[in-house]
């Protein structure tokens, strides 16, 4: 009988309260999970038998925090903290999520966005060590198996890419899976959930990136990438093992492409506890900005007319949460949805195009737009001008795509034009903040979707908001599962929205910073999951209770939230048992 290397031990709340090593020796440090690395007591070394494998000195967690923070500050460039925090991370868990947690502000674009993109392009050569699940066409029929014999069992929430739509950097191949790394990171950060309970997936069906396929020191699988039947059949039966292996866990869908992004998450819908990150967390932290900037303005959302320019998933996601708010706010579907422009390289989406399916709903009847009569008419300034776009939400890609002459067009649809260049990373930004405040003589609502600095107009110092998803997902997933949610409902994001807008000072509000700020991360992610779990109750979908603590809510919302708050991990060493 195979007896577990280490066994954690769970209270009432689903919550870890200590662990079991069941391993003698050096063997104990070989997992991250359960190493404490210096700070193994001298009791605990003679009892693990790990004497003489560790130097004389003891250390607390303190001491090792502080040992780790002199050596990243040492480091002179992002991608080697990175490649320190991520090597940390893999020979002491505690650890690093402690050094995080220091100042989650400062590390936060290190773990996750803009610092992640580099990681992804560098994946091969960077690569130290196994993490995650890697499924490619050459294991992909025996993934139950594979999932079995993953080291941690109690996985509640899996972040799964396939590799194609990595940030604003496109196919990464086997290299995504620093993504869903970093998103789980996030997630234990947020939300508490321990990292034990989080599984990253990379789902390699090969890649159409030629530099990768001829660089010899490429770790994926060397072709191209599966289409059709064989990546939906591929699809399928990743699916089929891990609902089989974790029935109630939470699965992520992160930066899969355009349609594909759409066509998985809604083909799985409803056999699958799932969302797509890329759609609805871009969505809901977008709209979380909105609402904010609508405070400031002191206007509603159903007199806004709002443009989307990059009608990927990101972009089309973003216009699907604005349209479920203003039917939320009174709107029929059919107005609501015509207050919407969505743009892509050939201008606003009209529905003469051969389209994809997922970019038609928001495709406009050419013969409606008065001002379009030729192709070179279809320019995002002629768009500005003639339909009145009050909200300019750029998704594009495309560096300085918001020049001064549009965003000043915006300015004149409104006294305080909401101006969001939303691409990642930082050097995909449709406009730069300084410019934009510039441009507007300050009068402009703005948020990014990657860390600026502060700006200083006219004497002032303006932090710059970033429409991180961070402030949703983590939430969202304590949510579901603190409830038991056997779906995820569009409803879910927008009560996010609503939950991160609030947590945005009425000082900032008049300074028109329209996210709070990264250090309230735990604080809005807590929230957000009370949000969603008080949603998942309202909408019936708890039918099963919670499935990972014996303490039941019985769906009553205030026994939900004790659950929630009782059931969050903090990196602290457990005494081994």
């Not at 506890?273 to 159903?302: R, Y």
């Not at 070179?376 to 560096?399: C, F």
Request: glycine share 8%; hydrophobic share 40%.
């Amino acid at each position: 009988m195979e007896i577990n290397h280490y066994e954690f031990k769970y209270g009432e709340f689903g919550d870890t309260t200590g662990v079991q090593i069941n391993l003698r020796g050096f063997d104990v440090l070989r997992f991250n999970n359960i190493s404490k690395g210096t700070a193994f007591t001298i009791e605990e070394r003679s009892r693990l038998k790990l004497s003489g494998f560790l130097p004389p000195r003891v250390k607390t967690l303190e001491d090792q925090i502080r040992s780790s923070l002199r050596i990243v500050d040492e480091k002179k460039s992002d991608i080697e903290k990175f490649i320190y925090i991520r090597s940390l991370y893999d020979r002491n868990v505690v650890l690093a999520h402690a050094v995080i947690a220091d100042n989650v502000t400062k590390f936060l674009p290190i773990i996750y966005t803009p610092t992640v993109g580099l990681a992804c392009q560098q994946y091969s050569s960077i690569y130290r060590g196994a993490n995650g699940v890697h499924f490619y066409p050459g294991n992909i029929d025996y993934a139950e198996y594979v999932l079995r014999n993953y080291t941690d069992q109690d996985i509640r929430i899996a972040v799964v890419t396939d590799n194609q739509g990595i940030l604003g950097i496109g196919d990464q191949g086997a290299g995504g899976i620093p993504i869903c790394l970093g998103k789980l990171m996030l997630y234990t950060q947020g939300a508490g959930i321990a990292p034990w309970h989080g599984l990253p997936v990379s789902l390699d069906v090969g890649t159409d990136n030629e530099d990768l396929l001829n660089d010899p020191n490429y770790l994926g699988w060397r072709h191209k990438r599966l289409k059709g039947e064989e990546y939906d059949a591929f699809i399928k039966k990743f699916v089929t093992a891990f609902k089989k292996n974790f029935p109630h866990a939470l699965c992520q869908w992160e930066d899969f492409s355009k349609q594909t992004a759409f066509t998985v998450r809604d083909t799985y819908l409803n056999h699958l506890i799932s969302f797509n990150d890329d759609i609805q967390g871009t969505g809901s932290i977008a709209l979380a900005g909105i609402l904010a900037a609508m405070k400031a303005k002191k206007e509603n959302m159903t007199d806004q007319v709002y443009l989307v320019n990059g009608a990927g998933a990101g972009g089309i996601g973003i216009a699907e949460q604005i349209q479920v708010e203003l039917m939320a706010q009174g709107m029929d579907e059919a107005d609501a949805i015509a207050r919407i422009f969505t743009m892509d390289s050939r201008g606003v989406v009209t529905s003469d195009r051969d389209l994809e399916p997922y970019k038609k709903k928001f495709a406009k009847d050419s013969k409606t737009l008065a001002w379009l009569t030729s192709s070179e008419d279809n320019t995002l300034l002629n768009a500005v001008k003639h339909e009145k776009v009050t909200v300019l939400i750029g998704t594009s890609g495309q560096p300085g795509l918001f020049t001064q002459q549009i965003v000043q067009a915006v300015g004149k649809n409104t006294d305080r034009p909401v101006i969001l260049p939303l691409s990642n990373p930082t050097s995909k930004a449709e406009a730069l903040p300084k410019d934009v405040y510039e441009w507007t003589n300050g009068k402009a609502l703005m948020a990014t979707g990657s860390p600026f600095d502060p700006v200083d107009h006219d004497g002032k110092e303006y932090r710059i908001g970033q429409m991180n998803n961070s402030f949703v997902f983590p939430g969202v997933g304590l949510g579901v599962v603190a409830s038991g949610a056997t779906e995820v409902l569009p409803v879910f994001f927008s009560a996010a929205a609503h939950a991160i807008a609030e947590f945005v000072s009425e000082q900032d509000i008049n300074d028109g910073i329209l996210c709070p700020p990264l250090d309230q991360l735990k604080e809005v992610s807590l929230e957000v999951a009370k949000r969603v779990g008080a949603e998942a109750i309202k909408a019936g979908v708890t039918k099963k209770d919670c499935f990972f603590s014996k303490f039941k809510h019985k769906n009553d919302p205030e026994r939900l939230n004790t659950l929630v708050d009782k059931m969050r991990w903090n990196p602290q060493y457990f005494d081994q048992i």
